[in-house]
């Protein structure tokens, strides 16, 4: 192996049996606790107590007792969960016990030939992209064996559910008399929501898909559309309020209507946002990311608050969170985080702050919905990731960063915006962003607007672009 460690947005990912092996995820823990003990890192907290969790994924669970064992013999208390658990309760405990940093054994929503390790740091949440870099180049520092190392092996989940729990009104909930489906995608939030509102009450949770499955039944655990089919099938066939689920490290919230429509995150995170501030539960502004909706502009501008609108990636929302910016943030994919509990994104947290939301508002879900849409107008939103040879995308991209075009389906382009990737501005109607994955040779297009058949358009006419400049380079 190489001596560099390629960290992602968020931690280290690889294919199961090929990049990802025992040694290999050792190399990378092991880079993680030579930073937690280093001289030259000053983040607060006790650097020798590490606490381990683990989603359900295949090795998921021996990996992190490998790591425990291994961590142990160096000289580090570790804490290892008994069970799985969502990898937000790796930071909740980071931050509770007033640790140093904390590490969760998950490839999140990846398919399931995929796994890797996510570093929590002391405040609760992601590391920084600092924080990864000198992880990163601090692969291959020796850890000399120490005494005194241990691991405890404990029930990290109940304190963290106990806590996710005092942060809404768990009696509004239960008196509500709401339907509730929630589907964990086989993944590590279980049967939690359940759990955490109990049975007897108004308010019924039912539970689907949450046994461990290692291959998530064929699909993968990101709750998306494509892969929500279970839970809109189980709505075609009994009645519910609202359909909840969570992907497979429990950091990402899919929601559902009762005709089983999708609601986008943006929506969801509107939604919320306006239900928090008006009960004066979140103060400061709100956070999205650069690839989500225009209706938070809206909902921002109605509600008084600053928008602070941040690159891809949750940890950038978090570091508003934790400059006292914002009260609530959100990105497209589903990752939801509010400043009163953690800088952290939460799936379970996220889908009791939506029934607390209905629960408190008197009104059914879709009535909420149709508020929203009276109160700030509809967007349609699209996403298309098109995979072609790596400089054609590129070329694509530079040359509408270079030459911008004055219309796109039609519409005039009135701006360009360069955050993250490139996006053109439609008129205050819509945009279009063309956003390179880092990792891989995909050109990521988003779109929104107004119209839904100019989201069509807009996706289509890219694609369209893409495979014309393909031909012409001929690759």
Partial sequence: MTSSIAFGTDGWRARIGRDLTFDSLARVVDAMAAWTVSPANADPGDSRTLPIVHDTRFL????????????????????????????????????????????AVTASHNPPEWNGVKYKSWFGGSATAETYAAIAASAGTPLPDRAGGSVEKADLLSPYAEAIAACVDVDAIRRAGLRVLWDSMHGAS????????????????????????????????????????????????????????????????????????????????????????????????IAKTFSTSLLLDRVAAKLGVPLHVTPIGFKWIAEKMLSGEVGIGGEESGGLGVSFFLPERDGVLSGLL??????????????????????????????????????????????????????????????????????????????????LSGTEPILRVYAEHEDPAMVTRLLAETAEALEADQTSIGT
């Avoid at 990996?63 to 580090?76: D, V, Y």
């Avoid at 030459?403 to 009135?414: F, K, L, W």
Wanted: glycine content about 12%.
């Fill in 60 to 103: 998921s669970a021996e990996l992190a007792a490998e790591s425990a064992g291994r961590l142990a013999s160096k000289g580090f208390r570790v804490l290892l969960t008994d069970r799985p658990v969502p990898t937000p309760c790796a930071s909740w405990h980071v931050r509770s016990r007033g640790l140093r940093g904390g590490i």
């Fill in 190 to 285: 279980g049967d939690l929501l359940a759990q955490i509102l109990g049975p007897g009450h108004a308010t019924r949770v039912t539970t689907i898909r949450s046994e461990i499955n290692p291959s998530f039944g064929g699909v993968h655990p990101e709750p998306i559309p494509e892969h929500l089919g279970a839970s809109v099938a189980r709505l075609a066939s009994e009645p519910f309020d609202v359909a909840l689920a969570s992907d497979g490290d429990g950091d990402r919230l899919g929601v559902l209507a009762p005709d089983g429509t999708f609601v986008t995150p943006h929506r969801v995170l509107a939604l919320l946002a306006e239900s928090l501030a008006r009960r004066g539960r979140i103060q400061g502004g």
């Fill in 354 to 435: 939506v029934l607390e939301a209905v629960a408190l508002s008197g009104v059914s879900f879709p009535e909420l919905l149709s508020r929203q849409d009276r109160e700030h107008g509809t967007f349609a939103y699209g996403r298309r990731d098109i995979r072609l040879p790596m400089p054609v995308l590129k070329a694509f991209v530079a040359g509408i960063l270079e030459a911008p075009p004055s219309t796109r389906a039609g519409a005039m382009v009135t701006s360009v915006e360069t955050l993250d990737g490139v996006k053109l501005l439609l008129d205050g109607r819509g945009w279009l962003l063309h956003r």
